[in-house]
């Protein structure tokens, strides 16, 4: 059995032009929601879109994933820093684990302070349950100015 750890990267179908290039630097140097991985070996086993609102790429996605290895799935940071916010990514998170049995993390790449900064402004994250989604991705100000 391998040490290294496998995961599939599911982004919010606004961006599904996204080169990833955010959530791979992060993912190549442990920061924001990566962070978790430190001194771990990681792979990439897959990277797609929800599938657009209300997500139905989320039923069948994970499934190949889980195929290809993985053992972890990443929810996207464009989930949580969009505008609006998906009000279902906690949704996305609880089907996945209950359905494929896999680990499933809110978020990849540090909040870029642009979007910190607006969502204080308008209070997105106001909330316990929003405080506690944006936990993995929030970093201090120095790292999300990097992801601007």
């Not at 897959?46 to 209300?54: I, Q």
């Not at 809110?106 to 870029?112: A, D």
């Not at 900064?117 to 106001?126: D, F, M, P, R, S």
Request: net charge neutral; charged share 25%.
């Amino acid at each position: 059995m391998s040490d290294e750890i496998r995961i599939g990267i599911i982004i919010c179908d606004r961006y599904r032009a996204c080169a990833g290039g955010k959530c791979l630097r992060a993912l190549n140097n442990r920061e924001g929601a990566f962070s978790i991985y430190e001194g771990k070996a990681v792979k990439l086993v897959g990277y797609t879109a929800c599938g657009g609102c209300p997500g139905g790429n989320i039923e069948y996605a994970p499934e190949e994933m889980k195929k290809n290895g993985a053992d972890v799935i990443h929810l996207a940071t464009g989930l949580v820093v969009g505008y609006p916010p998906c009000p279902r990514v906690t949704h996305f998170r609880d089907f996945i684990r209950a359905k494929y049995g896999l680990d499933v993390v809110i978020g990849t790449h540090p909040i870029p302070q642009n979007y910190y900064e607006t969502h204080t402004a308008l209070g997105t994250w106001n909330s316990p349950r929003w405080t506690e989604i944006i936990q993995p991705t929030l970093a201090d100000e120095e790292t999300r100015l990097r992801y601007d």
